[in-house]
DNA sequence: AAAAATCTGTTGCAAATACAACAATTTTAC
DNA sequence: GTAAAATTGTTGTATTTGCAACAGATTTTT
């Protein structure tokens, strides 16, 4: 069970129970890389993340994959959230997963009697909204004009979100680099242009900023 | 008042003001470059534009400017939506226009009694929806490595969105430069390019894809 | 209708970035 | 436990981009 601060907090067990099954949902088991069906087209279904990750991706005609978002426990994933017109997205598990699936309409329909469906849209659209600046802070930092400016920008915020000057990088060099939309070796220059004007440190990934 | 397909769809405009009176919100006027105030502290506050443009737009430290999101009638924008990294965000008006502010917390509460509220609710989880998608849009343009594949991109985006291989650009080309966070006289220079090689057509802002 | 402000189009040049290529290291797969 | 694959670290060079600066065109203000 998702726990009290995702998509089903200030709902007791009891009532939650009551009202998934009132809202007629469905819950799958999913292994690692395997597929997470969910379109159906007309209706607005919400997928709720109970244990386990997945991946949104993109496959462009090219083939082409594309990291669109990264669905952990407690969050959510629909057809509402993206353009069904042009290339292909699907949801792929990228551990043992179990989703549980529930039809928005059904949802505003049952909020007219039911207190309990009134919390539950209200966490969804916190968690639509946790996405929005999510997608945001991205945009901010792709924004930003020079390589050395998103890796400190990146750098800042991650610290900012650790309540500290430190962070560990949980991600490959490789894999920042595609998510800054950057050259890896001019961004690993950079990196070291950073070390030696001692604006951070870097040990072992664990990285502290020493500017401020 | 804003158009039936915006944030007030099935709504009626009786219930409508009832609704706004009793959520207490209020309006306001801006002029063309004013900046609307809209975050305070603790509450959820929610802008809903009535008529008019507005951008929502970044300034950093070196005072460089980011269209971070364009608000037009019937949109809506909100504290709840963006957490800034660090630097200075505001919404400012491109031209004439209205807005209505109501509380998030208080919409929630009349749910419970107001099936107007609901439908309410429903629209700006719609509307928040919409932003997710155009965002993501955004996202895919940024990423594109280079100013030639960041103008192609968007001239593609914006000739399919018109169905059809030509648009009219709306931005002058300073805002456009902005808008996809590149240098304006590298992209004029681009743009020359692009001509040159005749992959687009611009005649007046009347812009033709030639490829494909 | 004149003045002021902004936008467009251009260019030379400096600086930043991408590309390519490789060895060394680390991680993953079998 | 070894082979294969992926990541890291580095560098030289070509290309792209940003900066600065300007003149002409267009739009806005007064």
Redesign the interface.
């Known amino acids: 069970m998702v726990e009290k601060q995702g998509i089903y907090k200030n709902i007791e067990e009891k009532n939650l129970k009551k009202l998934l099954h009132d809202l007629q949902s469905t819950t799958h088991l999913y292994t690692q890389t395997e597929t997470i069906a969910y379109s159906i087209s007309g209706r607005n279904i919400i997928g709720i993340m109970e244990s386990g990750n997945a991946n949104l991706v993109r496959f462009d005609y090219d083939g082409v994959r594309?990291i669109?978002d990264e669905l952990a426990e407690g969050d959510i994933f629909s057809d509402?959230?993206?353009?069904t017109i042009?290339s292909e997205l699907s949801v792929i598990a990228t551990t043992k997963c179990k989703v549980t699936f529930i039809e928005y309409n059904e949802l505003?329909k049952k909020?007219?009697s039911n207190?309990n469906a009134?919390i539950l849209?209200?966490n969804?659209?916190k968690n639509?909204?946790k996405?929005?600046?999510k997608?945001?802070?991205?945009?901010?930092?792709?924004?930003?004009?020079s390589i050395r400016n998103k890796l400190l920008?990146y750098f800042?915020?991650q610290a900012?979100k650790n309540n500290s000057k430190s962070f560990n990088l949980r991600y490959t060099y490789t894999d920042l680099a595609d998510y800054l939309?950057i050259?890896r070796s001019a961004m690993m220059r950079e990196l070291k242009n950073l070390k030696d004007d001692k604006l951070i440190t870097d040990i072992n990934k664990k990285i502290t900023i020493n500017i401020k």
Chains 1, 2 share one sequence.
Do not use: G, Y
Not at 80 to 83: G, L
Not at 135 to 145: K, Q, V
């Open positions: 594309t669109i509402m959230f993206v353009e042009s505003l909020c007219k207190e009134i849209l209200n969804l659209f639509v909204t996405k929005l600046i997608r945001n802070e991205r945009i901010e930092l792709l924004t930003t004009r920008s800042e915020l900012k939309a050259d």
